[in-house]
């Protein structure tokens, strides 16, 4: 009998620990932004982002740390750190709907878009192609909220 109740008096114990102990989305910092545009962009086959990585449907690029060429430096916020929507966005052609985008990119350059827009990444393809075609006119430029992990 007193095995049952120690066993279960640990049980207890456990349960309570672990609810209690923060999750690694509470470790991490997190920024709102709201309104922010929300582009939409293609890359060459095989071609890396700033980060060194190829992109995949799922990656996105931010401003970098501040105005000026490309390769200027580093992101607004960490590569790796994870941006997300308030709103599903579209991927192509159309019939998937993402809302958590990892940051492996930089663009806009040129700070014309909102101070946190978010450009997300759609396909290999080039100027004037099919997936390039698909993000100027059925894409376009959306709004959202933005939560940033980093």
């Known amino acids: 009998m007193k095995s049952k109740i120690l066993h279960t008096m640990i049980a207890l114990v456990l349960i309570v620990s672990v609810s209690i102990l923060p999750t690694a989305s509470a470790l991490a910092d997190k920024m709102y932004t709201f309104n922010q ?16 990585m190829l992109p995949y449907q799922g990656s996105c690029a931010v401003h970098p740390w ?35 985008f990892t940051i492996l990119d930089t663009g806009d350059y040129k700070f014309i878009r909102t101070p946190f827009f978010i450009d997300v ?15 100027w ?9 933005v939560t940033f992990y980093y």
């Open 121 to 135: 990444w759609q396909g290999t393809d080039n100027s004037g192609g099919p997936i390039w075609t698909w993000c």
């Open 137 to 145: 006119n059925t894409f376009g430029m959306r709004k959202s909220d």
């Open 37 to 52: 545009d929300i582009t939409c962009y293609v890359s060459a086959q095989g071609e890396e982002t700033h980060s060194g």
């Open 66 to 100: 501040k105005p000026g060429n490309p390769g200027s430096g580093s992101a607004q916020f960490p590569f790796g750190s994870a941006a997300v929507l308030s709103t599903s966005v579209p991927m192509y052609p159309g019939d998937t709907y993402l809302s958590v």
